[in-house]
């Protein structure tokens, strides 16, 4: 549920909504030992209703983290684990970051790179071979940029690492922490952060790039017994996000909902023709390639009354 709605972090809807049908994963809230604050707000949303807020009030240095969910996600041999969070903050960005908990004890930090050495690259020349730069290591605990960091124009921020090799090959991340640190030397700040997805997840050997874990849309097609818009989509999508478009000046597209079915209901009532616009959206979090239909006004019970562009 939600006082608004969010695709991508861009508000599409400002209706209040509660629908069951869309429940998303969300972490357990349970009791922790920190001086650190969560709650789910419905303030800022990436995908949905809502995030998870982290708050706390940090004296000059210091340093809070919180345990956010388990995991049983295992390094296997050769193979690539891509983990991609995003978060909105007005406090610098990196003060907030990732933490991967083994079972060995080893951490894994993941940040942000420093202002002055930012370097990311584009998502489509991401390979399933590239990995994060390690750039920093204790003991027990290794620290990874990005491989890419994006910022949205409404001040979401998105950063995909890829991690693997012999070093973590046969480990099990059994689960996810958050930090967050201030960076003044001096003086005490209030730190607040929204996190809006976090993805965990291995990458297949054949995947050549992060732009084709895009989902695609196919077999687009009529139910004329029940005037309903049926299509195809991969195992891996979670959900379609329903635009439609709107002939104004601005030829504006209109969020009118999201299915968890591959299957949408026509309009009963249409004057003229109506153009859908489908957005698939991956386990992954990764948003597909927007499918348009064009529903010609004739019936929609006549099953060749529409046409796909």
Same mark, same amino acid.
């Given at each position: 549920h939600g006082a608004t709605t969010s695709v991508d972090g861009r508000v599409v809807s400002s209706s209040p909504w509660h629908d069951q049908g869309q429940v998303d994963v969300l972490p357990l809230l349970n009791?922790?030992?920190?001086?650190?604050?969560?709650?789910?707000?419905?303030?800022?949303?990436?995908?949905?209703?809502?995030?998870?807020?982290?708050?706390?009030?940090?004296?000059?240095?210091?340093?809070?983290?919180?345990h956010l969910l388990p995991l049983q996600v295992h390094f296997a041999p050769r193979k690539v684990i891509r983990v991609a969070y995003s978060f909105h903050t007005t406090n610098d960005p990196t003060s907030f970051?990732? &933490?991967?908990?083994?079972?060995?004890? @080893? +951490?894994?930090?993941?940040r942000g790179w420093p202002s002055s050495q930012m370097t990311s690259s584009p998502l489509s020349q991401i390979t399933s071979s590239s990995l994060s730069p390690l750039i920093g290591r204790a003991k027990h605990t290794r620290a990874y940029a990005p491989v890419s960091e994006?910022?949205?124009?409404?001040?979401?921020?998105?950063?995909?690492y890829q991690l693997g090799g012999a070093l973590w090959d046969g480990h099990v991340i059994k689960g996810v922490s &958050?930090?967050?640190?201030?960076?003044? @030397? +001096?003086?005490t700040e209030d730190w607040s952060v929204h996190v809006g997805q976090?993805?965990?997840?291995?990458?297949?050997?054949?995947?050549?790039?992060?732009s084709q874990m895009s989902p695609v849309i196919t077999a687009v097609q009529i139910d004329p017994s029940t005037a309903t818009l049926t299509w195809t989509?991969?195992?891996?999508?979670?959900?379609?996000?329903?635009?439609?478009?709107?002939?104004?000046?601005?030829?504006?597209?209109?969020?009118v909902g999201r299915t968890n079915h591959s299957r949408w209901q026509l309009p009963s009532k249409a004057k003229s023709d109506t153009t859908f616009v489908l957005q698939p959206v991956h386990w992954t979090g990764a948003?597909?390639?927007p499918q348009r239909v064009t529903i010609v006004l004739g019936g929609a019970d006549d099953p060749s009354s529409f046409r796909q562009t």
């Open positions: 009791k922790a030992k920190s001086p650190m604050h969560m709650n789910l707000s419905l303030a800022k949303a990436f995908q949905g209703g809502s995030s998870l807020h982290l708050c706390a009030t940090l004296p000059a240095k210091a340093r809070v983290s919180v970051g990732l &933490v991967l908990n083994l079972v060995s004890k @080893d +951490e894994i930090v993941l994006t910022t949205s124009p409404n001040g979401w921020i998105t950063r995909v &958050v930090f967050g640190v201030n960076l003044s @030397d +001096e003086r976090v993805v965990v997840c291995p990458v297949a050997a054949d995947m050549p790039t992060l989509v991969p195992s891996t999508v979670q959900y379609t996000h329903v635009f439609q478009e709107m002939l104004t000046c601005h030829d504006e597209l209109v969020w948003v597909g390639r």
